[in-house]
């Protein structure tokens, strides 16, 4: 969480740095900043609450400097407020932007304290800037009192430090949370993100955990962790400015959503012949590590823990492997006992979130046979860290809530679900139906969107309410959760998901007209079962509103209401009604005019514990 960008260059670097916060904002929202070396060779700060809007309108027009940090903060030490928005600064001297979390702050700041340091924040980074200045005094070289500061620290960061007494000087340092170097001419710059330097260059180089970068207009000197200098190659991004544009959409959230058959598209691209999923996929090794694979542990967070949910089942009805699913949180914390030849297999989005980077690296320790990960960033700390990689296509992902990383994730699952079952049963006909419905899937999808108006009708029996619940049963139980999740967090509705079996042991209690009941119904084996519990509902007044197959035999009548979805194979049927549990929770949330794409209290990229 939080957005770092800094920039040596010879212009004037204000603009730069706002444009690269804009792009940084779905990392967090509650407040922003931005601090520059001016003419008069002074530290100049502009910070604000709230969004970086408010950041810029409150800019001095006259606030210049070659040399710049900005910040875009989600808080977690100190309320959002202006004192504790970055950059912090000590003694007019050095400014500095974190991202990460100092757990021994309290420690430091009391010896600081004791040393006649003045903290104006509530925030643990402050006690970083106080520590810098110190040794900057014993030092007189920037370079030198961060990498003298560093070693009393514990936690997390990513940091920009700049100093008035070296104008034309920007250290950086990582250790658990992401930042990248963007290689410009005669000019450089730092983020948490590409995204956010992409209007500059797409020349990239990505730290390494523990480096510090010593970057001037000219050059950018990295040392790893021992102090040795080190090379670390510059990549080429593919990615385009455009590519995090909203364009002619109202939200990202909605342009991600009509993005999804491109996404799915992309995602098969190269991955599928005309009836195999191709083993390189996965890497060269892969081939020979999964032929040994005898179980599979998923860990994940929020949306991408869905997808997973739904994989678990894939995993042992496909291809005959016990899999388990789990929180990253809670595996993190628990003494899980591996059976021999398990694969770990992260899904991610970003490939930084703290929890699952943690999981992860358990993961090792514990000894688990090999790890995969598919992940939708690239050169992200899961891609780098992970022994295999199954990379989402899906393109930059701006809204909070996730959308098109989660149908992708699908994809990907049931790309490596095929490629495991093959020597576990999966027929060569069976394969080569999934990689047939996987084709046409874009094509469902582009059908599926088309039911937007039809979704839109729904919303005004949503807008007012407090409490909805999903129901669904099999696969359709994590879709569900899903559907849930997307309206609580973008709509601030509480939505809770149950499999549909479940009902009688609880929520009946909760049904009443107040409380909408959403059922995802495809045509598969458990209909009849939920059609049953539907009744249950039905039957205590409850309000339903089904997405059902065309086929079925579900009916309209004043309190049940249906949308009729073209049929879809059992397979594909996750997917395919995710979509269309996105689009309820999109629209619902604007009818309340929520803040669709940067909902309240989240981050799109959750890189702290
Ligand atoms: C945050 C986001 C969610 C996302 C989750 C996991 O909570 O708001 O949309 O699903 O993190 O993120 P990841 O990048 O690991 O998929």
């Keep these: 969480m939080c957005g770092i960008v800094g920039a040596v260059a010879q212009r004037n670097v204000v603009p730069i740095l706002i444009e690269g916060l804009k792009r940084l904002e779905y990392r967090g929202y509650d407040s922003a900043g931005v601090a520059v070396i001016d003419q008069a060779c002074c530290l100049a700060r502009t910070r604000s609450v709230g969004k970086v809007r408010e950041l810029e309108g409150r800019l001095d027009a006259h606030m210049e400097g070659a040399t710049g940090i900005a910040h875009t903060r989600w808080a977690t030490h100190g309320r959002p407020a202006t004192e504790n928005a970055h950059p912090h600064i000590c003694r007019k001297t050095v400014a500095l932007v974190h991202n990460g979390i100092i757990e021994n702050h309290e420690a430091l700041r009391r010896a600081q304290m004791q040393l006649g340091y003045e903290f104006t ?139 999804q058959p491109r996404a799915i598209a992309d995602t098969l691209e190269n991955r599928i012949g005309v009836d195999q999923v191709y083993a390189e996929a996965f890497g060269p090794a892969a081939a020979g590590l999964f032929a040994d694979i005898e179980a599979v542990q998923i860990v994940a967070c929020g949306t991408s823990y869905h997808a997973g949910l739904v994989g678990r089942y894939w995993f ?29 297999v992260t899904l991610s989005q970003s490939g930084e979130t703290a929890d699952t980077l943690a999981a992860l690296a358990y993961a090792r320790e514990l000894g688990f046979a090999r790890t995969l990960t598919i992940c939708n960033a690239p050169e992200s700390s899961l891609v780098r860290g992970s022994d295999l990689v199954l990379m989402t296509h899906a393109g930059p992902e701006i809204g909070v809530a996730s959308t098109k990383a989660f149908t992708t994730q699908l994809v990907a699952l049931l790309l490596l679900v095929t490629a495991l079952g093959r020597s576990r049963g999966l027929t060569a006909e069976g394969e080569a139906r999934i990689v047939h419905l996987l084709r046409s899937l874009p094509g469902q999808i582009e059908q599926i969107l088309g039911l937007d108006t039809a979704v839109q009708a729904w919303v005004p029996f949503f807008t007012n309410k407090q409490h909805a619940l999903f129901l669904g049963r099999g696969t359709q139980y994590p879709v569900a959760m899903e559907g849930a999740l997307k309206l609580k967090e973008i709509s601030y509705i509480h939505a809770e998901a149950y499999p549909a079996g479940e009902l009688k042991h609880g929520p009946l209690a909760l049904v009443d007209a107040d409380m909408p009941v959403v059922a995802v119904a495809p045509n598969n084996t458990l209909l009849e079962k939920l059609q049953s519990n539907l009744q249950e509902v039905r039957a205590r007044g409850g309000e339903l509103f089904v997405f059902a197959d065309s086929d079925n035999d579900i009916h309209e009548d004043p309190r049940t209401h249906v949308i009729s979805v073209p049929p879809v194979d059992d397979l594909m049927a996750p997917i395919v009604y995710a979509v269309l549990l996105q689009l309820l929770a999109y629209h619902v949330a604007v009818s309340r005019g929520a803040d669709v794409d940067q909902p309240r209290n989240l981050a799109k990229s959750v890189t702290v514990e």
Excluded at 158 to 163: M, R, S
Excluded at 203 to 227: H, K, N, P, S, W
Excluded at 229 to 246: I, K, W
Aim: aromatic fraction near 6%; proline fraction near 5%.
């Design 121 to 259: 924040s509530q925030t643990d980074t402050e006690v970083i800037v106080h520590e810098i200045y110190r040794r900057l005094e014993e030092t007189a070289d920037l370079l030198a009192a961060v990498r003298a500061a560093l070693p009393s620290l514990r936690g997390a960061y990513a940091l920009g430090v700049i100093t008035n007494r070296e104008p034309g000087r920007l250290v950086a340092a990582r250790r658990g949370s992401p930042l990248v170097i963007g290689i410009g001419i005669g000019e450089h710059f730092i983020a948490s993100d590409v995204a956010a330097l992409l209007p500059v260059t797409q020349r990239f180089m990505f730290l390494e955990d523990g480096d510090i970068a010593d970057i001037t207009r000219d050059a950018v000197t990295v040392y790893d962790a021992q102090g040795a200098r080190v090379e670390r190659p510059v990549r080429h991004s593919e990615l385009s400015a455009d590519a995090v544009a909203r364009g002619e959409y109202r939200h990202y959230m909605l342009k991600e959503i009509n993005e």
């Design 316 to 344: 042992e009805g496909l291809a005959n492997l016990p899999c388990a699913a789990e929180v990253a949180s809670e595996f993190r914390y628990r003494k899980p006992r591996v059976a021999p030849h398990t694969l770990f």
